[in-house]
């Protein structure tokens, strides 16, 4: 067992469209100026994103790794703002669907890297495919990104659901975005954790709210991280906090990480 392993936090949501991708790449420089050592895959294999939140334009991807022609070192993207990216490949419909050889390879992969990293962030991608449910197991913290709309709702609970029923998982780390006000905040939260605890008798971890800012997609067109360019808005501010909670929350080295990643692809496969 090694002795320092980086802590794995996947994020996902379910529905697409709800926050994860820029929840992630803003979190990553929070990570960052924390003095934190950050890779930040993007899983997203059908629909990548991160490489043009961060203004960096990848050579290589996941792809070129699964294929045999380069290594993970090769493929990595040093970006400015001082994360790491592994980036997917856009549109590329055979890796929608990981085999086991594919998903063990990423695994050996990865964890050549374990003594470069502090945290290693996963962008998911939406849905709930087994990609997703794959890499979610493998992680320590599984981070869910909702907002207020009952569908968004429906399809985290779902993942939840899944997560929970098939692979055991029993944090839920909660992340509620694009709120107006506290109180769309609390009753989004309120929602999802009933029917947690009522169907899977499940308590669900609140690690906090994202308010609404329409300066987010101004960020995302000028391809500079928001975070950067509004260090002292509500979101970043929030942001920062919901950064301080998760690296508070105790997390069992001995369940989650690479080895365990293997253990899972093995068993589930
Ligand atoms: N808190 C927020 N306030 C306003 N817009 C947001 C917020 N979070 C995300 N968005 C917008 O929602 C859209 C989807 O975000 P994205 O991160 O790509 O979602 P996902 O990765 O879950 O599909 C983007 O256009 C982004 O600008
Ligand atoms: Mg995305």
């Given at each position: 067992m090694k002795t320092k392993v980086p802590r794995i936090i996947a994020v996902s949501s379910g529905k697409g469209g709800v926050g994860k991708t820029n929840f992630v790449t803003n979190i990553a420089l929070i990570f960052k100026s924390m003095q934190k050592r950050v890779l930040l895959m993007d899983a997203d294999v059908g629909l990548s994103n991160i490489d043009i939140m961060f203004g960096v334009a990848p050579k290589y991807n996941i792809k070129h790794l699964l294929l045999g022609e380069k290594s993970i070192k090769d493929i990595i993207v040093n970006s400015m703002q001082g994360v790491d990216i592994i980036?997917?490949?856009?549109?590329?419909?055979?890796?929608?669907?990981?085999?086991?050889?594919?998903?063990?390879?990423?695994i050996t992969e990865l964890e050549s890297l374990d003594e470069n990293y502090d945290i290693f962030l996963i962008d998911t991608g939406a849905g709930i495919s087994d990609n997703v449910t794959f890499f979610c197991s493998a992680a320590h913290d599984n981070v869910i990104i909702l907002n207020s709309e009952p569908t968004s709702i429906a399809d985290a609970y779902a993942l939840i659901k899944v997560l929970h029923k098939e692979y055991g998982e029993k944090n839920f780390r909660i992340v509620i975005n694009s709120v107006k006000n506290s109180k769309e905040a609390k009753d989004t939260f309120r929602k999802i954790s009933l029917v947690s605890e009522r169907f899977l008798g499940?308590?669900?971890?609140?690690?906090?709210?994202?308010?609404f800012d329409d300066k987010i997609?101004?960020?995302?067109?000028?391809?500079?991280?928001?975070?950067?360019?509004?260090?002292t808005s509500d979101f970043s501010k929030k942001l920062r906090d919901i950064a301080k909670e998760l690296l508070n929350r105790e997390v069992n080295f001995l369940k989650g990480g690479m080895q365990f990643f293997l253990k899972r692809a093995l068993q589930v496969g």
């Open positions: 980036p997917a490949s856009s549109g590329i419909r055979e890796l929608t669907q990981l085999t086991l050889d594919q998903k063990m390879k990423i499940l308590s669900l971890d609140y690690l906090g709210a994202l308010p997609k101004d960020a995302i067109i000028s391809q500079k991280p928001y975070v950067s360019l509004f260090p």
